[in-house]
């Protein structure tokens, strides 16, 4: 009991009476000017840097510049939120897979079903004609799939519970020692 | 299969499986059974060689030579097919020894039944 009140204590020495650590951390935004994201795409090289996005656009020039960068209309243009997913000014563009694609459409790129210049979303590697058919209607939708699937292995599940013990019924094992057993032989 | 649904339907008293005897072991025989060959080998001996306690039956000392033969030739372990071949049919032999005696208390069981009715019939 001391030792946790020991404990208690000593946290609270080190966050509640610690007031050059509250005066710090309250000021920390004004007392350390970092960008962890600037100095993260500091940290490549120039000739990677030229095929990353850039940093997260906070003014409007910079948005309407980094829309125009991915070939999008501003009003279309929508970064990913920097909070959730910071991926810089690359657009949270709508997946679309190969197959969803018009396949009649002239595309630059037929393999791909893609033009040229045309911003593509992050999961885009997923999306190729051998990959994942997201956007195409299936015969049986995917989480009627994944519930049938599952049913039918709760349903084995069931059965293995409810069946019987289908081995030989012995009477209970002998062992040495503990009551009298005999042989079917006669003496 | 078929005797697990014939336990599950029918009326007649089975015993249950894992259960002791509930007949004079000697009931029915013509002279005296002969009593089981215990093994030649001392409870603190199983222990010493940490045998687990359900497999201190009527084969722990083949077992016991089949986990020996098994440290001394591993792990050219099939050197031992001997050993185990013995073992295996002492648990065999032991589960028949089982099975006769679930056969043997099946049968008194219906016997105590039918003199039961016979009794019955001669009452009514």
Redesign the interface.
Known sequence: MAAIRNCRNLSKILSVKNKPFINFTRKYEELVDDDIHKAFRDDFLPSQIKYLPDLYPKTKEEWNAAAARYGLHPDEYKPWDPLRDYNGDYPDLPLISYDAKDPYYPWDYPATRTNYQEALPLEFQNLLGDRLEYGVRQPIEHWKAALLGWSIFGVCLILFWIM??????????????Q????????? | ?G??FQ??FSSDP????????TFD??FG????????V??AIT?EALIAAKVPTNL???C?HKYLDYQRCYMKEFPFVTRCHDEAHHYLQCEYD??V??????ER?RRLRLRELRKQKALEAAAA
Do not use: C, V, W
């Open positions: 019987p013990d289908t081995n030989q019924a012995l009477l209970a094992k002998q062992y040495p020692g009551g009298k057993h005999y042989t079917f032989e006669l003496k | 299969m005797n697990s336990i599950m089975f015993p249950k499986a894992d259960t002791d005897p072991p000697m025989f013509k002279g005296e059974r002969k009593k089981r215990e093994p409870e201190r039956d009527y722990a032991d589960d020894l089982r099975a006769k005696e679930y208390e």
